[in-house]
T-cell receptor, first 114, second 112 residues
Framework: KAGVTQTPRYLIKTRGQQVTLSCSPI?????VSWYQQTPGQGLQFLFE???????NKGNFPGRFSGRQFSNSRSEMNVSTLELGDSALYLC?????????????FGPGTRLTVL | DQQVKQNSPSLSVQEGRISILNCDYT??????FLWYKKYPAEGPTFLIS?????DKNEDGRFTVFLNKSAKHLSLHIVPSQPGDSAVYFC???????????FGTGTRLTIIP
């Protein structure tokens, strides 16, 4: 079974631009979560989607948004990029066991904002 | 407010010995705990988990212990191998919640 895939793997943008990151979950997984990893803050939860609906949201500004498609693929968008948005963005999928089952992570997208 | 804490940023252990990684949490609503291992330029890989109804879970060389009264869990790796060198993250979640709250990680280095 193929793992979680994320595209692109690396991205360089400038302040004020916007960016869209893509995630394809493991086949059969319906829950997709996004995390931001930075050296100072560690891994922080952005949001979770299930059946095309945002089910959970972390403490990030409205510039961060996402969506999920009917095939469970997900995208996240960051508008008006700031230098502090430079981070590794990780996507994770799970079967949605509703019991805190394990999440499987993709390799991440490394975003650099100049 | 750091709800999941890993107070040791790094740990060095001799190959073949036991590695013990610690994690503390503050949120009483957490009832499921996971350990992930992360290599550079890769996403975290699930290692082992434990539900709050248990105090121990074992999988091969990895054992996780949970002390609910102390809000503390630990990961034991025996014996430690060079391939275990990585950053280890402790994570916690509540029942019915897919959101994982992560600790800041502990970098484990196994010395040959």
């Amino acid at each position: 079974k193929a793992g979680v895939t994320q595209t692109p793997r690396y991205l360089i943008k400038t302040r004020g631009q916007q960016v869209t990151l893509s995630c394809s979950p493991i086949s059969g997984h319906r829950s997709v979560s996004w995390y931001q990893q930075t050296p100072g803050q560690g891994l922080q939860f952005l949001f979770e989607y299930f059946s095309e609906t945002q089910r959970n949201k972390g403490n990030f500004p409205g510039r961060f948004s996402g969506r999920q498609f009917s095939n469970s693929r997900s995208e996240m968008n960051v508008s008006t990029l700031e230098l502090g948005d430079s981070a590794l963005y990780l996507c994770a999928s799970s079967l949605d066991t509703r019991g805190g089952g394990e999440q499987f992570f993709g390799p991440g997208t490394r975003l650099t904002v100049l | 407010d750091q709800q999941v804490k890993q107070n040791s940023p790094s740990l060095s252990v001799q190959e073949g010995r036991i590695s013990i990684l610690n994690c503390d949490y503050t949120n009483s609503m957490f009832d499921y705990f996971l350990w992930y291992k992360k290599y550079p330029a890769e996403g975290p890989t699930f290692l082992i988990s434990i539900s709050s109804i248990k105090d121990k879970n074992e999988d091969g060389r990895f054992t996780v212990f949970l002390n609910k009264s102390a809000k503390h869990l630990s990961l034991h790796i025996v014996p430690s191998q060079p391939g275990d060198s990585a950053v280890y993250f402790c994570a916690a979640t509540g029942f019915g919640n897919e959101k994982l709250t992560f600790g800041t990680g502990t970098r484990l280095t196994i010395i040959p």
